[in-house]
Each structure stands twice: as C-alpha cells, then as structure tokens.
C-alpha cells in the first residue's frame, strides 16, 4: 500500500482475483484479502490459476502466485483449505538454473530434491496469527541471510583441470554430516499490525474516497451479480418443482375421482343386490306360509302318494319320461360344447357323442309327438 492508503495493484487484477478465488476456496474473503495483501507489498509477484496435482494424483485448480523474491524465482500454491493448511512453495525450476543450487541459495537446507521449500513457518503453521505476506517475508529474510549463518552443505565438486592451470589451496574435509546439524533459522522479527492491509475492516482514513467507492461498487456490482444469478437459478427450479406438484395433484385428483365413481358403482350394486335378496327372501316366506297352511288344512295321511306323481294312463307316464330324458339330452349337449370350449374334450370326440346325443334326441322327440298327436 502506498503513503496516501491506495493500493497499488490493478483493479482488474482485484476484480479478477476475486471472481476466482469465491468458486475454489472454503474462506474465500480471508483468501482474497490475503493474496491481495501479497500482491500489494511485493509487486514483483503475478497471480494466475494452474491446476496442482497432489502427492495422491488428485488434480485441484488453485491460485498460483509467482515471481521472484530476492533473485531466486519461486512459486506459491494456495491450498483450497487455506487458512487452515499453508501455501506450498516450490522453487520455479522451469527458470532457475540448478548448476548454481548448492552455491547460490542460502536456504538449501530447507529445499528437498524436488525444489519445495519448507520453513520453519509451514513447520509449525497456525491460520490463526500467519499469512501468505509473512511466509513470503520469511522466505526474503532467508535468502538474505548473511553467509555465516547459512546451513553447511557440502562442498562443490572439483574440478581436475582448473586444479591444475590454477593453484588454489586443498579442499577442507568432508564433514560429517551425520554429526554436524544446522543451526536454527533466526527468529522472526515481529511484523507490526500496519503491513497487514485488510481490505474489509479498513477505516476510511486508510482509502481515499474516490478509490475507496470504486471498489464498493465493484463489489457492490459482483455482488449483485450473483445474487441475480442465485435468484434466477432458485426460481427456475421453484418453478420445475411447482409444475412437478401441480401435475402431481391433478393426477391424484383423478385417481380419487376414479376410485369415487367406482366406490359409487360398488355401493349401488349392493344396495341393488341388498333389495332382490330381500324380495326373495319376502316371496320365500310367502310361499313357506302358503305351504304350511296348505299343510295345516289338507289330509296327506289319508291320499296316495302314486295318484299325485303318477299319471293317471301309461301313455302320459311314457310321455312324461321322454320330456325328461329330452330335457336332459339337451342339457348333455350344451355340457358337451362349454367342454369343447374350455378345451377339456378334444373335438373328434365332441362331433362323436354330439352325433350320438343327437340321434337320441331324435328317436325321443319323434316318439313325444307320436303320443301327442292324438291328444290334440
């Protein structure tokens, strides 16, 4: 941040840095404050999205702010939990000359062959006091150690002919380095409250007017911006939902009209049935009565039975036994025919016993009106 409380990065590049960093990362607002922080106290650090693959394969697009710091171009990585796990730095190997790694770099005790870069700060990380600025702050007072208190590595390799066009003095022993340990980074000196720019507590001392309101209403107008798309999105599905239950009502109003109707048709029937049964059962009483009184009145212990069931002459005896045996030919053929159609008697044998019934009651009937004739 400059003397007169503006902020010196591009406010594009703020628009922009806070566009990507809402949709990737949990704390959103402490990320975007914290990275453009960074940005604002080192301005040789640029911001771009690069996708990161984790030591398990899992590629995640995060926010990479790169540069160089203090001559030795490196690359931080924030994490989509930030705060609560620290940035990941590595050295930008794609631009660093690895030639000059064990002699150049103050800090090689804390880089692995990989080229990341561990701290005492990501040691021992806390969300609660540290940030992105004072990582980067530790890494510059790393590099910037004085040569005494940098970590002992080993010694460069020789070189035979230089050796020999040049005298120089003989190399040291090797040292052990099993016994020999680095000696601890010196502490950090404190940071005072003002290097950090919080951008959404600041008072509005710290912000001219005019660049305070612009970037208000640049949040104002992402802001909205959002919203209408949250509200449109919200009221499309209310919408889906709301024909989705409406034709669910309808359909359910018909199922209910349906079983009504057929409840109806149900109760009519039996109310139906309910007044036949009742008129049968009032004509059986009626005929019981009338059976018992006829019972009451007559003289059956004194009648024949044979003059009631027998005719009074053989010929309508006879002719009464061929109605019967005719009525009961009839019933025989039709039996024959549901069997036929139910498939339990093949048709072969229906045409054979459908012929023979026949022929029976041929002989019958002819026999019935030979008897008849003279009657009428």
Not at 128 to 152: C, G, I, K
Not at 245 to 274: C, G, P, W, Y
Request: charge should be negative; charged fraction near 15%.
């Amino acid at each position: 941040m400059s003397a007169n409380g503006n902020i010196s990065v591009p406010e594009g590049v703020v628009n922009w840095l806070f566009k990507v960093i809402q949709p990737i990362y949990d704390d959103g607002r402490r990320t975007f404050h914290d990275s453009l922080a960074l940005l604002d106290k080192f301005h040789s650090l640029r911001p771009r999205t690069r996708v990161f693959t984790y030591s398990d394969g899992t590629p995640q697009l995060l926010l990479s702010i790169y540069g160089n710091t203090s001559g030795v171009p490196v690359i931080m990585w924030v994490p989509n939990l930030y705060p609560v796990r620290p940035p990941f730095i590595s050295i930008d190997l794609e631009n660093f000359d690895m030639n000059t790694l064990s002699s150049s770099l103050p800090i090689q005790a804390y880089i692995d062959s990989n080229g990341w870069i561990t701290t005492p700060m990501l040691d021992h990380w806390d969300s609660a006091a540290m940030n992105l600025t004072m990582v980067v702050q530790e890494l510059v007072s790393l590099l910037n150690e004085p040569s005494q208190d940098r970590a002992p590595s080993l010694p460069p390799k020789p070189n035979v002919q230089s050796q020999q066009e040049h005298t120089t003095p003989p190399l040291p022993p090797k040292p052990n380095l099993s016994q020999v340990q680095p000696p601890l980074p010196p502490p950090l000196s404190p940071q005072p409250p003002s290097t950090v720019v919080d951008l959404m507590d600041m008072d509005n001392t710290d912000l001219s007017l005019t660049n305070h309101h612009e970037m208000l209403q640049n949040l104002q107008s992402i802001v909205n911006e959002l919203y209408h798309e949250d509200v449109d999105y919200v009221a499309d599905k209310i919408l889906a939902r709301q024909t989705i239950m409406q034709d669910s009502i309808a359909r359910f109003h018909e199922m209910i009209a349906i079983d009504k109707n057929h409840l109806q048709a149900v109760e009519q029937t039996i109310v139906r049935t309910m007044h036949s049964l009742n008129a049968q059962i009032d004509a059986l009483t009626a005929e019981r009565a009338t059976v018992q009184h006829f019972s009451s009145t007559s003289s059956l212990a004194e009648e024949d039975v044979n003059s009631i069931v027998v005719a009074q002459t053989d010929g309508l005896n006879q002719l009464y036994n061929l109605v019967a045996r005719d009525y009961a030919l009839t019933n025989t053929i039709e039996c024959l025919s549901r069997m036929l159609h139910r498939g339990t008697v093949p048709l072969d044998t229906f045409v054979k016993q459908s012929r023979e019934l026949a022929r029976q009651q041929f002989l019958v009937r002819w026999h019935i009106q030979r008897i008849t004739s003279p009657l009428s």
